[in-house]
């Protein structure tokens, strides 16, 4: 099974960018699927999640109103917009199957730097 991230990069304050993470290796039918990031000193937190009929979303608070997460099968997507340095991070993503409390599934992380 691999999660592979792209999309990162360096933006402006205010800029945008947009997160691809394809996954492969076996059907994720059924799988939610999210986006978690760690900033630099920071803890991991759990930015954004979506379940497999993408009818159900999840976004925290600090992101609310400027991450919008969508997904199209196996790919799950992250448009970040009015991005700001605090959301300066690397960003995984990661699948677990239904609403299991804990994700197994990662990806390799790729690098967002927001420059004031």
């Known amino acids: 099974v691999q999660l592979q991230a792209s999309g990162g990069g360096v933006v402006q304050a205010g800029g945008s960018l947009r997160l691809s993470c394809a996954a492969s290796g076996r059907t994720f039918s059924g799988y939610t699927m999210g986006w978690f990031r760690r900033g630099p000193g920071k803890e991991r937190e759990s930015v954004a999640a979506i379940s497999w009929s993408g009818v159900r979303t999840y976004s925290a608070d600090s992101v609310k109103g400027r991450f919008t997460i969508s997904r199209d099968n196996a790919t799950v997507y992250l448009q970040m917009d009015s991005l700001k340095p605090e959301d300066t991070a690397v960003y995984y993503c990661?699948?677990?199957?239904?609403?299991?409390?804990?994700?197994?599934?990662w990806g390799q992380g790729t690098q967002v730097t927001v420059s004031s």
């Open positions: 990661a699948a677990k199957y239904g609403g299991l409390k804990e994700y197994y599934y």
